[in-house]
């Protein structure tokens, strides 16, 4: 079993739509939460991330962690083309890089 | 303000050459790191380095070696270059290893033939 699922969709959308991604992880230690977009042949990009539980907003995108059932998500409202990318979450320990990844979501958003 | 620099951006090697991938951050990061994607894989770590003349092995350090003489380079290099090790290569850099996020380059892509 991996330390972190990611359902790999593809997801296809049409614009204006509200997108949930979700992993759920195993390791209890983890307590910084990221989501990252990665476009065709760039790099990870940092979306947002949140430090233990909680909720997380910025603009059109919401980033909720549940650590009771190990299980992140993001949401994006009102989805737009430029959103099509690869969402990658990615979670680590306190005082330890030890970062883990999922495998990423390809999300595309049909105008 | 570059942020990480990698280069070069595409590589093709024969079985067996040995190259090296550069990786460059100027953001007087201490914590810098190199990771390989594979698909259906992930981000999966090679070796990373908490500060200069400091590192370490990561999950998949096999046939990589790394080295750290300053605080913004950190390259990785392959010895003896395997099939196996065709890839994109990602190097990351974040201000200490207090788990906060890590900011990535654009990476490089490897092919060994």
């Known amino acids: 079993q991996k330390e972190v699922e990611q359902d790999p969709g593809p997801l296809s959308v049409p614009e204006g739509a509200i997108v949930s991604l979700n992993c759920t992880y195993s390791n209890s230690a983890f307590q910084y939460f990221m989501w990252y977009r990665q476009y065709s042949r760039k790099g990870p990009e940092l979306l947002m991330y949140?430090?233990?539980?909680g909720n997380k907003e910025d603009g059109r995108f919401t980033a909720q962690v549940d650590k009771s059932s190990k299980y992140i998500s993001l949401f994006i409202r009102d989805s737009q083309p430029s959103d099509s990318a690869t969402y990658l979450c990615?979670?680590?320990?306190?005082?330890?890089?030890?970062?883990?990844f999922g495998a990423g979501t390809r999300l595309t958003v049909k105008p | 303000n570059a942020g990480v620099t990698q280069t070069p951006k595409f590589q093709v090697l024969k079985t067996g050459q040995s190259m090296t991938l550069q990786c460059a951050q100027d953001?007087?990061?201490?914590?810098m790191s190199w990771y390989r994607q594979d698909p259906g894989m992930g981000l999966r770590l090679i070796h990373y380095s908490v500060g200069a003349g400091i590192t370490d092995q990561g999950e998949v350090p096999n046939g990589y070696n790394v080295s750290r003489s300053t605080t913004e380079d950190f390259p990785l290099r392959l010895l003896s270059a395997a099939p196996s090790q065709t890839s994109v290569y990602f190097c990351?850099?974040?201000?200490?290893?207090?788990?906060?996020?890590?900011?990535f380059g654009d990476g490089t892509r490897l092919s060994i033939l």
């Open positions: 953001m007087n990061h201490e914590y």
């Open positions: 949140t430090y233990s539980s």
């Open positions: 990615a979670m680590s320990p306190y005082n330890n890089n030890d970062m883990r």
């Open positions: 990351a850099s974040s201000p200490d290893r207090s788990g906060q996020p890590q900011h």
